[in-house]
């Protein structure tokens, strides 16, 4: 009652008059705020059976010790649980936030199958680590010694800054290359700030350049340097260049204007969070306030180009997709997250053309039916004959997905082998591209993925390079220095 009284939520004829400063209100609330988190985070910690086969962990993709840090965190020993949670993940606060959980840990919690709603564990996972920044617990990884070896790293994502930290705690002199001005990745450029507060990134860069990684912005390999010159000057490559080719639709009208694509929407809206200024977003170009939006596609991209566009102010939000609600990629959380925002989804619809003269109207779909079950296992969408009717819009935003860039030939390496997919194809063992000393890791190995996945392999690939520098490369090197 006491925190009621001090929130204001009071019946009005029991209101007392306020006092308070607005600051000192929004202290109170702060205060009260954090007593809540810590009560929440402990009474789910508390709801963990301690289940014999943890199912929960072995559905992270970086094996968290789920259990044990909900145990520590139940018995109130915070900085014991960020121990248990740091030692296999880099990035532990990021996945708490953006892991889609309902698919990985949360979604394999043996109380979610019981039907009584998992355990939050992507929250506590936030929780117990944003508790260690508050509390000053994360310390940069500096190593106990240096190995006089350099490695360079190709992309500031999540696996190469993951690989970058792990590279260094061993001793190694790290440098990454990113084309970008901040680093990132998709974390800084792709995923809304609605999902991921920008600060949380930047401490953690902030972090691995206090243990000594040497970050070179701006920097595209292809144009200020090729593969061939960074490899004379590291002992070991890691390329973790993701994926950035939009998948494109091809339709009568498909060049009016105010048709974009979705990465050029979302980077553009997040560098205007940033504090940078767009001429796109002044423009009105990639800016939806005051428009009606239309997004095509059903994955995880849409989803954040739709709630990105309430934000702004659009009049209304339409998605069309061609399949139905429970075939579509993107994470049902996120769909939820969308309704609840006042996101209309158009399901089972495709489009066919584009509508206007110069400037984009209305987008012209048809209605699918979805058909028997491919090779694949998934329903043939099939058009409904004279279904077609148009829907208006004075933007239209294409999430249909990214293929790999032509990294060989942006490389200069026509050596470098790609997969059928243009995917980098390597050792699935070692993370070995076919060029010796050149691994590679997150999704440019996977295709569009997860963050979560990209930290493992980052990981993995770091390991695997350590491994081959001992082995191959130090040796090598010695010999040539005779
Ligand atoms: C809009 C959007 C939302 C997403 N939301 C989620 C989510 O909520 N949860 C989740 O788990 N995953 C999400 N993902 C997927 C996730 O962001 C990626 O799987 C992950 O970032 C891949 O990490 P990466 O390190 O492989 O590549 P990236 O994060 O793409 O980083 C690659 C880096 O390489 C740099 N680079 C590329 N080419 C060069 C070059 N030639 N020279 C130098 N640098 C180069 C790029 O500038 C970039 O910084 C989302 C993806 C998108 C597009
Ligand atoms: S990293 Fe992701 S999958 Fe693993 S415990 Fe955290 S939120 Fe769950």
Redesign the pocket.
């Known amino acids: 009652m006491a925190n009621q009284k001090m929130l204001g939520f009071v019946h009005t004829a029991q209101k007392m008059p306020d006092k308070r400063s607005a600051a000192d209100r929004r202290q109170d609330f702060a205060e009260i705020y954090a007593r809540f988190s810590d009560e929440r985070a402990n009474e789910q910690a508390n709801r963990c059976s301690q289940c014999g086969v943890p199912f929960?962990q072995v559905h992270?993709?970086?094996s968290?010790n789920?259990p044990d840090w909900l145990k520590l965190t139940a018995e109130g020993r915070l900085e014991e649980a960020y121990e248990v949670s740091q030692a296999t993940?880099n990035f532990?606060e990021i996945?708490?936030r953006i892991?889609p959980?309902d698919r990985?840990?949360?979604g394999n919690c043996v109380i979610e199958q019981s039907t009584h709603g998992a355990v939050t564990?992507?929250s506590v996972?936030k929780y117990i680590n944003d508790t260690a920044w508050e509390n000053g617990w994360v310390k940069p990884r500096k190593p106990a010694r240096e190995l006089g070896l350099s490695v360079g790293v190709i992309g500031a994502g999540p696996a190469g800054l993951a690989a970058a930290e792990e590279l260094r705690a061993k001793g190694y002199e790290v440098h990454v290359y990113d084309r970008y001005d901040r680093m990132g990745g998709l974390l800084v450029y792709g995923i809304p700030g609605f999902k991921l507060e920008k600060d949380v990134v930047a401490r953690r860069v902030q972090r691995l350049a206090d243990a000594g990684v040497i970050f070179h912005s701006n920097f595209e390999v292809g144009r200020d340097a090729s593969l061939a010159e960074l490899r004379e000057r590291h002992v070991t490559i890691l390329i973790a260049t993701g994926v950035y080719q939009a998948r494109d639709i091809k339709a009568p009208g498909s060049g009016l204007k105010n048709i974009v694509p979705a990465l050029e929407y979302l980077t553009t809206s997040n560098k205007v969070g940033l504090g940078d200024r767009m001429d796109a977003y002044e423009d009105g170009s990639l800016n939806a306030a005051g428009k009606k939006v239309v997004v095509l596609g059903g994955g995880d991209t849409a989803m954040d180009c739709v709630r990105t566009a309430i934000r702004q102010g659009a009049t209304s939000v339409k998605c069309l997709y061609r399949r139905d609600r429970k075939n579509m990629p993107g994470s049902q959380r996120e769909v939820a997250h969308a309704e609840e925002e006042g996101v209309e989804f158009v399901w089972q619809a495709a489009p066919e053309a584009f509508t206007g003269n110069d400037v984009v109207t209305g987008v012209r779909a048809v209605r699918i039916h979805l058909g028997v079950a491919d090779a694949t296992g998934r329903q043939t969408p099939q058009v409904i004959e004279g279904s077609d009717f148009t829907e208006p819009a004075d933007l239209v935003i294409k999430a249909l997905g990214f293929e790999p860039e032509d990294l060989p030939g942006m490389f200069g390496s026509p050596d470098l082998t790609v997969t059928r997919w243009g995917t980098l194809l390597v050792d699935h063992r070692t993370k070995m591209t076919s060029l010796d000393g050149v691994f590679a890791a997150g999704d440019i190995v996977r295709g569009a993925s997860l963050v979560?996945w990209a930290i493992r392999d980052g990981r993995d690939a770091a390991d695997a390079m350590h491994a081959y520098a001992q082995t191959v490369g130090a040796p090598k090197l010695a010999v040539a220095a005779e």
Do not use: A, F
Request: charged share 10%; hydrophobic share 25%.
């Open positions: 929960c992270c993709p970086v968290n789920i993940n532990p996945c708490g892991c959980q990985l840990c949360e564990i992507g996972e979560v």
